[in-house]
C-alpha cells in the first residue's frame, strides 16, 4: 500500500482512461490520491453530441466533469495548475518543475503517475510529463518517490520494451467506466458509437474491456 499517491496529467480526463482503474485501486485501499491537472482542457475539439458546451463555456464544464469524475474515482485531493491548453510545452521548464516540486515536498508521495516525457504523443503529455520528471531530479536520491510514466506512442516499447507495471483493474472496471461516463462532453459521442459497434460485435466488445481492464506504465529510471 502507497503513503500518498499523486497524479500529474496536463488534461480533465487523462487521469481517467489513462489511470482511472489504478487510481480507484489505490483510494479503494485506503490510500490518499491528489490529481494536479494543467489545463482545463479548453482547446478540446469535442462539445458534446448533441453539443451542449460552446468554446466559451468548455473550461466550466471540463472543470465540473473532472470534479464529478474525482468523486467517482476517490480522488478527495484536486490541485489545477491553471495552465493554457495545448501551450505547455512552452512554459518555462524549470518554474513549472519548481512549482510541481512544491506539491511533492508538501504531500510526500511514495508514488507519482505522469505521462513518459516523448512517449505520449500529445505536446502537454510530452512536456508536463518532463516537468515532472523535473521536479522529482530536484530531489535528493533518497527523497524521490517512485514515478511511474504511461506511455503510449507507436514506438514506446520498440524503444523502451516492455512496461514495467501492468495493473489488473477488472476488479474497479465500473468505476473506471463510470468516470469516462463523467466526462460526458469528450465521451459520450464515443461510447455511443462503441456501443453501437459492440451490438454488432459482442467480441469487439470483450476485446476492449480485456484491452482497458490493464494499465500499463514504466518505471522511470533517473540517470544520477
Known amino acids: 500500500?502507497?503513503?500518498h499517491v499523486l497524479v500529474?496529467?496536463?488534461?480533465?480526463d487523462d487521469e481517467t482512461f489513462s489511470s482511472g482503474g489504478t487510481i480507484a485501486m489505490?483510494?479503494?485501499?485506503?490510500?490518499p490520491v491528489t490529481y494536479v491537472c494543467g489545463t482545463l482542457g479548453e482547446m478540446g475539439r469535442n462539445m458534446g453530441k448533441p453539443f451542449f458546451a460552446t468554446r466559451e463555456s468548455l473550461p466550466q464544464v471540463r472543470e465540473q466533469e473532472l470534479r464529478e469524475a474525482c468523486q467517482v474515482l476517490g480522488i478527495r485531493d484536486l490541485r489545477l495548475l491553471g495552465l493554457r491548453d495545448k501551450t505547455v510545452e512552452f512554459e518555462d521548464r524549470e518554474a513549472l518543475a519548481e512549482r510541481i516540486r512544491d506539491i511533492i515536498l508538501e504531500l510526500?508521495?511514495?508514488?507519482?503517475?505522469t505521462h513518459y516525457p516523448g512517449f505520449?504523443?500529445?505536446?502537454?503529455?510530452?512536456?508536463?510529463g518532463a516537468a515532472t520528471v523535473r521536479a522529482v531530479e530536484m530531489l535528493p536520491k533518497d527523497q524521490r518517490p517512485t514515478v511511474h510514466c504511461s506511455a503510449f506512442s507507436r514506438d514506446a516499447r520498440e524503444k523502451l520494451g516492455d512496461p514495467d507495471v501492468i495493473n489488473d483493474v477488472r476488479a474497479v472496471f465500473d468505476i473506471k467506466m463510470a468516470a469516462i461516463r463523467a466526462h460526458r462532453s469528450?465521451?459520450?459521442?464515443?461510447?455511443k458509437n462503441l456501443e453501437e459497434q459492440f451490438a454488432k460485435n459482442p467480441d469487439a466488445a470483450r476485446r476492449m474491456e480485456a484491452e482497458r481492464s490493464k494499465e500499463a506504465y514504466y518505471t522511470y529510471r533517473f540517470a544520477d
Open 1 to 3: 500500500m502507497e503513503r
Open 8 to 12: 500529474v496529467f496536463p488534461h480533465p
Open 26 to 31: 489505490h483510494t479503494q485501499a485506503g490510500t
Open 108 to 113: 510526500k508521495p511514495s508514488l507519482i503517475i
Open 120 to 128: 505520449a504523443v500529445h505536446p502537454d503529455h510530452n512536456a508536463l
Open 186 to 191: 469528450q465521451s459520450e459521442a464515443m461510447l
